[in-house]
């Protein structure tokens, strides 16, 4: 089934480690976001690429970065993790078309650091 | 900046009784309300997409309503089962589908 794939789906990383969280899309979607949820919050919005175009929310810090390689594979870099960067990591999907976008995400990935 | 309000925060009802989650949103130039759900630990699944210029969407015993104008969105939910117990976010989208989140309504259904 065509789906979003997170992997792994939990990540223990020590302080300061630099960690990388993976997604992959067999949707063939043109656009791909990544979520951060923490604990009994709503899920924010660090970035996102729009084919090969990389954007970045103005809120979301330096240490986080993201690479997309080709359209099916997004990859999320912590440089140097932090106890308050510890939430489930949430990759997503669309096909923006006419401003009409779906979004599907993937199962997550749960980063715990200490 | 676009802001999602969810209410109620936490709801319990029986089993086989009908129900209404609340969302409400602050910009209404949207150009989708997207409703999730979300089961403890894991990701978000897509119930319903309704498009700004649609009124509402049905899916089995959900349905999905949207009033731009007042910056609303309701979830009907027929018939509760206690497998519909789960986390029920709605997202207000913007350009290129990037969402805004509400903070969740924890819906628990008992037997």
């Known amino acids: 089934d065509a789906m979003v794939i997170q992997n792994p789906r939990y990540q223990v990383t020590q302080f300061g480690k630099p960690v990388t969280l993976s997604c992959s899309q067999t949707?063939?979607?043109?656009?791909m976001y990544w979520y951060q949820q923490k604990s009994s919050q709503a899920p924010k919005l660090l970035f996102h690429y729009y084919d090969k175009d990389f954007n970045n929310e103005a809120d979301t810090p330096d240490n986080f970065q993201s690479r997309r390689p080709n359209t099916s594979f997004c990859f999320l870099d912590i440089r140097s993790p932090g106890l308050g960067d510890a939430a489930m990591y949430l990759c997503a999907t669309s096909r923006v078309f006419q401003g009409i976008a779906e979004a599907f995400f993937g199962q997550g990935t749960r980063l715990t650091v200490v | 900046k676009q802001e999602v309000t969810q209410i109620p925060a936490a709801l319990s009802v029986p089993e086989g009784e009908n129900l209404v989650l609340n969302c409400s949103f602050t910009d209404s130039a949207i150009y989708n309300l997207q409703w999730f759900r979300q089961d403890p630990g894991k990701g978000l699944t897509s119930l319903l997409l309704?498009?700004?210029?649609?009124r509402e969407q049905t899916s089995g015993r959900l349905n999905a309503s949207l009033d731009k104008s007042s910056g609303r969105s309701t979830l009907y939910i027929a018939a509760s089962q206690p497998g519909d117990s789960a986390t029920y976010l709605c997202?207000?989208?913007?350009?290129?589908?990037?969402?805004?989140f509400g903070q969740g309504t924890i819906l628990t259904v008992h037997p």
């Open positions: 309704i498009q700004s210029s649609q």
């Open positions: 949707l063939n979607h043109n656009v």
């Open positions: 997202a207000a989208s913007t350009s290129y589908g990037k969402l805004t």
